[in-house]
């Protein structure tokens, strides 16, 4: 391509070309896998544009459609699995302009994808109201880039995955085809856009559910051993008079990679990390006693989020958990797991067990098609591919079902080794060049490149 050709196409557009700008936004935390670091490293986009409209964004469509230009869509750059690394150079389309509010009635916020969610909460908070869910990399993902690159977080507890019916009602889509257009989706519609890295169009809005405003407490809960956390998570996590957002159970060894909690949970003591309502911390207590635990840290969520001097306690839960390794230690990687709802327990202790000192493990409870099961993100020593191919395997040999993050197409990483037929109809109409994130989706072949105008 000419990238001039393409931008002066784009008058009203702002563009940014600086290498070391367009590098930086050609990067997510594909790093934390030594088998994407090794891929993906270097790779970047030869601009970058930011919309701040839909109609900029159906300039961008347009162009992009007449000059055969590649286009990668990033929001807040959070990702894991290089979502938001161009693999064919091109253009990436900068979200982070369309970030307002549009309106909330009705228990639904309709919001610009390239909304901070951070800042979305608190605007939210202001009218008493919050999100239902939202992932470890709050403060700084966008509210686009968690429905179409990510499958879950904190709120999952109760509302389960995104791809849940009622989690995400609606948005807003620029297409591809032939002539590009804008697409109102509604309910089912809305499957072609989640977890599909953009590759089926270029989200612009969203219709997400919101809730009543609860004052959340962050609460670390010891006990002696792993099994004995694990079996106090997965009680609270079913407790339906409970309110709880999160529920998490941490291996003891990776207690001391923890800022703040390091110094006030007992030495070799496993922990629950959870958020409860207020009106339940002395019934978690409770609970907890009769099984052996103890809270050991306590704190209002929102102050602590709001205090640049302090930290959540969900930035160590989910993937935040390898991150707060990964800070200390660059040579650890991690896996996305998910353990049979039915005998639960029993599967956990037979990993645990198999794996022994070699892997650390962490739990997150989640809503499973009604019924409560946990994911798992083991943290180890990275060794040799080899290795990892090896521990992916006894993981699956045993009925646990893994996500490998440590591919970066949509089939590689599914638990299936494939996509839903609908996901690879949509970019089939939506983006029939391929255009939109290619080499993401290894299943699609693209129409021939037209001829540029």
Not at 235 to 257: E, F, T, W
Not at 269 to 294: E, F, K
Request: glycine share 8%; hydrophobic share 45%.
């Amino acid at each position: 391509m000419t990238l001039d050709t393409f931008l002066n196409d784009l008058p009203h557009v702002a563009a940014q070309t600086e290498p070391a700008i367009v590098k930086r936004k050609s990067r997510d935390f594909y790093w934390y896998s030594p088998a994407l670091k090794a891929r993906l490293h270097g790779l970047a986009a030869q601009a970058v544009v930011m919309p701040r409209t839909t109609d900029d964004v159906l300039d961008i469509a347009r162009a992009a459609r007449r000059h055969n230009v590649p286009l990668t869509v990033r929001g807040g750059g959070t990702g894991n699995y290089g979502q938001a690394v161009p693999l064919q150079q091109g253009v990436i389309v900068d979200m982070t302009e369309m970030n307002r509010v549009l309106k909330v009635e009705h228990g639904v916020a309709r919001v610009q994808a390239g909304a901070n969610i951070l800042a979305l909460d608190r605007e939210l908070r202001g009218q008493g109201l919050e999100i239902r869910m939202f992932p470890s990399t709050k403060r700084t993902a966008s509210i686009g880039g968690f429905y179409c690159g990510g499958s879950g977080g904190i709120g999952s507890v109760r509302w389960g995955g995104l791809s849940n019916p009622g989690n995400l009602l609606g948005a807003r889509l620029v297409s591809l085809a032939a002539e590009p257009e804008v697409q109102d989706l509604r309910d089912r519609e809305v499957f072609c856009l989640q977890h599909a890295y953009g590759t089926t169009g270029i989200v612009t809005e969203v219709d997400v559910p919101v809730e009543p405003v609860i004052a959340w407490q962050d609460l670390a809960i010891g006990f002696a051993d792993f099994a004995a956390a694990t079996a106090f998570g997965r009680s609270l996590a079913m407790q339906p008079g409970i309110d709880r957002k999160l529920v998490s159970v941490i291996d003891a060894r990776l207690v001391p990679y923890f800022p703040h909690l390091s110094d006030v949970v007992p030495p070799g003591h496993a922990i629950v990390i959870a958020m409860v309502a207020p009106a339940a911390v002395a019934v978690v207590d409770d609970l907890a006693r009769q099984q052996n635990g103890s809270i050991c840290y306590r704190a209002a969520m929102h102050e602590a989020e709001d205090d640049p001097t302090r930290m959540p306690l969900y930035e160590l839960t989910w993937n935040h958990t390898t991150l707060q390794v990964l800070k200390k230690d660059r040579s650890f990687t991690y896996l996305q797991c998910l353990h049979p709802a039915q005998d639960m327990l029993e599967s956990v202790d037979t990993m645990t067990r198999l794996l022994g000192e070699e892997v650390m493990f962490h739990l997150e409870f989640m809503n499973v098609g009604g019924q409560i099961a946990c994911a798992g993100l083991p943290v180890f020593r990275f060794t040799t591919q080899d290795r990892l191919d090896a521990i992916i395997a006894l993981f699956r040999a045993h009925g646990v079902s893994v996500a490998n993050p440590h591919v970066y197409t949509l089939e590689d990483g599914s638990p299936r080794q494939q996509i839903a037929p609908e996901l690879l109809a949509a970019k089939q109409r939506n983006d029939p060049m391929g255009l939109l994130n290619p080499g993401k989706m290894r299943s699609f072949t693209p129409v021939a490149q037209e001829t540029p105008a």
